[in-house]
């Protein structure tokens, strides 16, 4: 059973930093695309940003570029998002996916999420 666990999620001013993390078992972690997409209040879900099975590739949607950065430790298991610069429409609930490398129509599985709101 794919288990995607998020944390991290917090309370940010505008401007700030957050790291998010995810902690994934129940399949093959390096042998798949991983992601993050977020929902934030009141709309659909939207993709934040995907990275290949060994963290050579990555890809992020245009608000994103240039403030977030998408990392994996496959040793670990682990899933990570570095969000700076943050803005308060990036107010939302984070979620770890797996698949999902370049957009919603190939995601496969996501975590419960965690919560990151950014606000003064």
């Known amino acids: 059973e794919v288990q995607l666990v998020e944390s991290g999620g917090g309370v940010v001013q505008p401007g700030g930093s957050l790291r998010l993390s995810c902690a994934a078992s129940?399949?093959?972690?390096?042998?798949?695309?991983m992601s993050w997409v977020r929902q934030p209040p009141g709309k659909g879900l939207e993709w934040v940003s995907g990275i290949n099975w060994n963290g050579g590739l990555t890809n992020y949607a245009e608000s994103m570029k240039g403030r977030f950065t998408i990392s994996r430790d496959n040793a670990k298991n682990r899933l990570y998002l570095q969000m700076n610069s943050l803005k308060s429409e990036d107010t939302a609930v984070y979620y770890c996916?797996?698949?999902?490398?370049?957009?919603?129509?190939?995601?496969?599985?996501r975590g419960q999420g965690t919560l990151v709101t950014v606000s003064s």
């Open positions: 129940g399949f093959s972690f390096d042998d798949y695309p």
């Open positions: 996916a797996k698949g999902a490398f370049k957009g919603l129509n190939t995601l496969d599985a």
